[in-house]
T-cell receptor, first 123, second 113 residues
Framework: GAVVSQHPSRVICKSGTSVKIECRSL??????MFWYRQFPKQSLMLMAT?????????EQGVEKDKFLINHASLTLSTLTVTSAHPEDSSFYIC???????????????????FGAGSRLTVL | GDSVTQMEGPVTLSEEAFLTINCTYT??????LFWYVQYPGEGLQLLLK?????DKGSNKGFEATYRKETTSFHLEKGSVQVSDSAVYFC????????????FGKGTLLTVNP
């Protein structure tokens, strides 16, 4: 089945530095990828939707200059947390939607595949 | 806006016990409803779904029925196994939302031998 690889799984950084998290679709092309954030004992909150080759669409309240999203290819999206602060510490999860015309049919295009998540700790 | 409320965990059961994890929702229109499962160290996986009222989603012995009158989508399994230990998320997708999912907080299930 479809697999999404997320890297790194854990990262610890100093306050003020930037951290990049990668989300790769390993065996399919993802026209759309979603980035979520999860606080302890809270729901997954959608941060932004990224479409290959275009600017990401951010949810209300998410700072686009703080959380830079790049979806430069059909298999890779990156989330960069810029000038990280302790309050940015969280669990970040990506998901990918298979693109149409990839031989998977309409049903496959409705499937979202999630990565295992990346735990960011900012000291 | 859309929201999902699910049973607070953690839930601890013995093997072969009956499982219920409650989930209720608020949404505009007629959402699709989902249960996702996250095993330790892995990504979320779709467990089952229902797209309209009275639909029953089922997979791996788990079931959930879309109840529009009570705005609920409770997850049930008649006999749990140790391998069912995971975090379970209830989620909805409103019509026309371009695949954006609204999640509940997740419920940690631990099944002991």
């Amino acid at each position: 089945g479809a697999v999404v690889s997320q890297h790194p799984s854990r990262v610890i950084c100093k306050s003020g530095t930037s951290v990049k998290i990668e989300c790769r679709s390993l065996d399919f092309q993802a026209t759309t990828m979603f980035w979520y954030r999860q606080f302890p004992k809270q729901s997954l909150m959608l941060m932004a939707t990224s479409n290959e080759g275009s600017k990401a669409t951010y949810e209300q309240g998410v700072e686009k200059d703080k959380f830079l999203i790049n979806h430069a290819s059909l298999t890779l999206s990156t989330l960069t947390v810029t000038s990280a602060h302790p309050e940015d510490s969280s669990f970040y999860i990506c998901s990918a939607r298979e693109g149409l015309g990839q031989g998977v049919g309409a049903a496959g295009a409705n499937v979202l595949t999630f990565g295992a998540g990346s735990r960011l700790t900012v000291l | 806006g859309d929201s999902v409320t699910q049973m607070e965990g953690p839930v601890t059961l013995s093997e072969e016990a009956f499982l219920t994890i409650n989930c209720t929702y608020t949404a505009t229109g007629y959402p699709s409803l989902f249960w996702y499962v996250q095993y330790p160290g892995e990504g979320l996986q779709l467990l089952l779904k229902a797209t309209k009222a009275d639909d029953k989603g089922s997979n791996k012995g788990f079931e959930a029925t879309y109840r529009k009158e009570t705005t609920s989508f409770h997850l049930e399994k008649g006999s749990v196994q140790v391998s069912d230990s995971a975090v379970y998320f209830c989620a909805l997708r409103s019509g026309g939302s371009n695949y954006k999912l609204t999640f509940g907080k997740g419920t940690l299930l631990t099944v002991n031998p």
